[in-house]
C-alpha cells in the first residue's frame, strides 16, 4: 500500500519559515520524481516545486528563490524548505511522487495546510 504522508505544516507570520516533509512508503521511492503542488480556497491546485530521482528541480516562479525543494532517498523522504513566507503561499500543501514507465504513475498525499498571517 502507497502512502505519502506530509508533516511540518501550520501558522505562521509573514516573513518566517516552515519545513515541510513527505515520508513515502510502499514505493521505490528512488526513482520516483517528487514533488509539492498546493491549493488555496477557490483556486486550482498548482505545482510548487518538483525534484527528479537525479536530483534536478524546478520551481514555480512565485517561489524561486524562497523555498528549497529536497530529498533524501536513504529516508524515503522529501523536503519543502519555505523562507520569507507570503500570506499569498497560504494554502493546503500536498506532497506527490510520480514515474512514467509506459504508463504514468502518480500518487498524492493527503495534505497539511500552511497559514501565513499575522
Known amino acids: 500500500q502507497v502512502q505519502l504522508v506530509e508533516s511540518g505544516g501550520g501558522l505562521v507570520q509573514p516573513g518566517g519559515s516552515l519545513r515541510l516533509s513527505c515520508a513515502a512508503s510502499?514505493?521505490?521511492?528512488?526513482?520516483?520524481?517528487m514533488g509539492w503542488y498546493r491549493q488555496a480556497p477557490g483556486k486550482q491546485r498548482e505545482l510548487v516545486a518538483r525534484?527528479?530521482?537525479?536530483?534536478?528541480?524546478n520551481y514555480a516562479d512565485s517561489v524561486k528563490g524562497r523555498f528549497t525543494i529536497s530529498r533524501d532517498n536513504a529516508k524515503n523522504t522529501v523536503y519543502l524548505q519555505m523562507n520569507s513566507l507570503k500570506p499569498e503561499d497560504t494554502a493546503v500543501y500536498y506532497c506527490?511522487?510520480?514515474?512514467?514507465?509506459?504508463?504514468?504513475?502518480?500518487?498524492w498525499g493527503q495534505g497539511t495546510q500552511v497559514t501565513v498571517s499575522s
Open positions: 506527490s511522487a510520480d514515474l512514467s514507465v509506459g504508463t504514468f504513475v502518480n500518487y
Open positions: 510502499g514505493i521505490m521511492f528512488s526513482i520516483y520524481r
Open positions: 525534484i527528479t530521482y537525479s536530483g534536478t528541480t
